[in-house]
Nanobody, 122 residues
């Protein structure tokens, strides 16, 4: 009932920039925290950045100063602007949304996107 559609991944040279987007649709009453995780081959999945409904942000130490997370509540969309990209940033970037499905729901559900590949290489 809830779908997360990611876009914007691709190949970029070191030092370049890329913006990935994630749009949520379906049975959603309200969205709380939105974020981006990444998974690289041979590495553990890690939280890259998150943003709450009150616009409090959190970043992994490895991306601070280079990445910026933002959200558009009218579009149920979260963005990740990635600048000064490094080869170590190469990974599948996975969108996460924590949402209450209906006004009567007493719980918050966690939803995941399919992931979008970001490759940083010369």
């Amino acid at each position: 009932q809830v779908q997360l559609v990611e876009s914007g991944g691709g190949l970029v040279q070191p030092g370049g920039s890329l913006r990935v987007s994630c749009a949520a649709s379906g049975k959603i009453f309200s969205i709380y925290t939105m974020g981006w995780y990444r998974q690289a081959p041979g590495k553990q999945r890690e939280l890259v950045a998150s943003i709450t409904d009150t616009y409090v942000t959190n970043y992994a130490g490895s991306v601070k100063g280079r990445f910026t997370i933002s959200r558009d509540n009218a579009k149920n969309t979260v963005y990740l602007q990635m600048n000064s990209l490094k080869p170590d940033d190469t990974a599948v970037y996975i969108c996460n949304v924590d949402a209450r499905p209906t006004a009567d729901s007493t719980y918050v559900s966690r939803y995941w996107g399919q992931g979008t590949q970001v490759t940083v290489s010369s």
